[in-house]
């Protein structure tokens, strides 16, 4: 095996060689982007579980780039094959864009081989519908050992979220008291229901029990398809009023870990009601059930046999239209004085599908993916552990959103918000 490396950046030659894990949507959009730095990443390669996809990607990155990336098959829940892949391969950093269930599995690859590692979503075992991040930062003691840093959750949400509250701490608060996450989905794909990303990670998350965090302890509301569901019509810049549904999200864990004092944070989502009325049907009829039911002699999971039926997030962009909004909202206090600032991008789907053929879900995903490995591999972000990213350094991060296609804008709050 590969010797542990040195820290992330420590190295004479500047540009770096990585491996993508996961040839879907979110895989899609990291690949090109990180093919459009060609001075950051040196080399590229692609693997998944599917060569096909890997190839696919790889054939429109040389079309849309001109760029040749190097593909592989492999199953990245089997630890010993991608070590093996790893190993021949000497990747510096593996961008984990595969589900969440391959993420322990690919950590104890890079273990193996001494690679540093980066992701978008955090652990979750297939049997149960259930996220947290203990599993991974079991991890810390392990990477810290081998001199490896372990990024976690670098997408928009977690991701840039977590970097606005990083932002905002820095430089427009001496104490934040109240955080809300407000993510809204404006776009319209043309098709009665799909989901934006994986469907089954997404009918899993937002089906859920939902939980906020309120003067020092999580509290328990109903699922949005409940009656009790908590929601409010939000006024999103660009795109107007939208319901916004209470939902939970992992980001909400690291950042009460790492934000001493917050009083209250939430995370708001926006739902149609079409998508609501189409999710409760299935919800009923247990087309959304994890466990193996018998159908015709065989074992089948209903939430995958649903998943074969919808259309494939990645294919929905060429007719999508309409604009993401997603930030953060402070409540805090600077030189003694009340502020509440807005902090928030503005993505759009048509324009996502022009520049890397992609809906701004998986833009808004695959972008801060590339721009967090930029930061490793350039030796901005340091460190030998497990880390989320409000405790890295947010200054450059947030410059490269503004020139890698996430522009932001920063301004005083003076709306209002459910109590
Ligand atoms: P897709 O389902 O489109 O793609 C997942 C890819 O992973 C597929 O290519 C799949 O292969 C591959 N894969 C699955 N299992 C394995 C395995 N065992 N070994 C190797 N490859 C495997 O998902 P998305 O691109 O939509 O999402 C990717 C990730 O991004 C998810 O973890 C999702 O939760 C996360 N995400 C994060 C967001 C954020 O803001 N933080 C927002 C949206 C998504 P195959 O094609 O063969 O099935």
Request: aromatic share 10%.
């Amino acid at each position: 095996m590969t010797p542990a490396a040195g820290r992330v950046g420590d190295k004479e030659e500047t540009m770096a060689k990585i491996m993508i894990i996961g040839a879907g949507g979110v895989g899609n959009v990291v690949a090109k982007k990180c093919a459009m730095h060609p001075e950051v990443f040196g080399e590229i390669w692609l693997a998944s579980r599917t060569l096909a996809k890997c190839e696919a990607i790889a054939a429109e990155v040389k079309q849309v780039c001109g760029v040749e990336i190097s593909t592989a098959r492999v199953d990245a829940d089997n630890v010993a094959e991608l070590a093996a892949l790893l190993d021949r391969v000497g990747p510096e950093l593996v961008i984990n864009v595969a589900l969440p269930y391959q993420d322990l599995h690919i950590m104890d690859a890079c273990l193996l081989c001494g690679v540093h590692y980066l992701d978008t979503a955090n652990y979750e075992p297939e049997d149960t519908a259930h996220f947290e991040y203990s599993w991974q930062w079991a991890y810390q003691d392990r990477f810290r050992d081998k001199g490896l840093m372990a990024v976690l959750g670098c997408g928009f949400d977690p991701g840039v979220t977590n970097v606005f509250c990083a932002y905002a701490r820095k430089h427009l608060y001496d104490s934040i008291e109240t955080i809300d996450i407000l993510d809204c989905n404006a776009g319209d794909h043309g098709h009665p229901f799909a989901t934006n990303f994986n469907p089954e990670i997404n009918i899993r998350e937002v089906t859920q029990v939902v939980r906020h965090w309120r003067d020092g302890a999580w509290v328990e509301t109903p699922p949005i398809l409940d009656d009790g569901a908590v929601h409010f019509s939000f006024d999103y810049p660009l795109v107007g009023p939208r319901e916004s549904y209470l939902l939970y999200h992992e980001e909400m864990e690291s950042l009460v870990r790492h934000f001493d004092g917050l009083r209250r944070i939430r995370f708001w989502m926006t739902f149609g009601q079409p998508y609501l009325t189409h999710l409760k049907v299935l919800e009923n009829i247990g087309m959304t059930r994890i466990d193996e039911v018998e159908f015709e002699g065989q074992k089948i999971v209903p939430i995958r046999f649903l998943k074969a039926l919808l259309p494939d997030p990645g294919s929905l962009g060429a007719t999508y239209s309409g604009k993401t909004v997603i930030g953060c909202i402070f409540d805090g206090t600077r030189d003694g004085k009340r502020r509440r600032t807005y902090l928030y991008n503005v993505c759009d789907h048509a324009e996502s599908f022009k520049e890397v053929q992609s809906q701004a879900i998986s833009y808004t995903t695959g972008v801060p993916a590339m721009i967090g490995a930029m930061m490793m591999v350039e030796g901005v972000w340091r460190g030998e552990g497990v880390f989320n990213i409000e405790q890295l350094d947010p200054d450059r991060f947030m410059d490269e959103l503004n020139k890698n296609g996430l522009p932001w804008q920063v301004v005083d709050f003076d709306g209002t918000l459910p109590d």
